[in-house]
């Protein structure tokens, strides 16, 4: 009994090109895609770019307010301080008055404990020192350090031409 031959796909090996094989091998189809060039519906044009604004960091305005007047430097009567897991709220504030200083809030770094402390150093770089050698005595206290001030901005450039 015969039966006809179905072919679904053919698959070339060798030197064979699509022309050798295909009746309409370099002839372009009025509805093939790929004749047309189209610009990208998604990318702009390259004449169209404009430059991204650019975005600032989000403002942390206790260590901006602390910073005031030592751009790049210490700031000044201001510690960070980063409590065990276990310290409670009235731990926390017990260590702070023992140095008369208060909390000012966590810092923006999102680790659990960490807060701003804001003591009297009177802007000496060493009291501030020995306020952080006394806090660190406490069992409650991981660590504790002083505070890097962000660098002043940097002054606008003249306009770029283009």
């Not at 510690?79 to 276990?86: A, D, H, R, W």
């Not at 804001?118 to 000496?124: D, H, L, M, Y």
């Not at 806090?135 to 504790?144: N, S, W």
């Amino acid at each position: 009994m015969f039966r006809p031959l179905v072919i679904v796909g053919v698959w070339l090996i060798g030197s064979t090109s699509l022309a050798d094989v295909s009746p309409c091998a370099g002839q372009a189809s009025p509805h093939d895609s790929t004749t047309v060039a189209r610009s990208d519906s998604v990318r702009p044009h390259p004449d169209n770019l404009q430059p991204a604004p650019a975005t600032q960091p989000p403002v942390d305005s206790t260590l901006s307010t602390a910073c005031i007047g030592s751009p790049g430097g210490v700031a000044s009567d201001l510690l960070v301080i980063l409590f065990t897991p276990s310290a409670s709220r009235s731990t926390r504030t017990a260590v702070a008055k023992s140095v008369h200083g208060r909390l000012l809030g966590p810092t923006p770094s999102g680790d659990a404990g960490s807060f701003y402390l804001a003591v009297p150093s009177g802007g000496n770089q060493y009291q501030l020192q020995a306020i952080a050698d006394r806090l660190i005595q406490f069992a409650e206290v991981q660590q504790v350090g002083t505070v890097a001030c962000p660098p002043a901005p940097a002054p606008p450039g003249p306009p770029q031409s283009r």
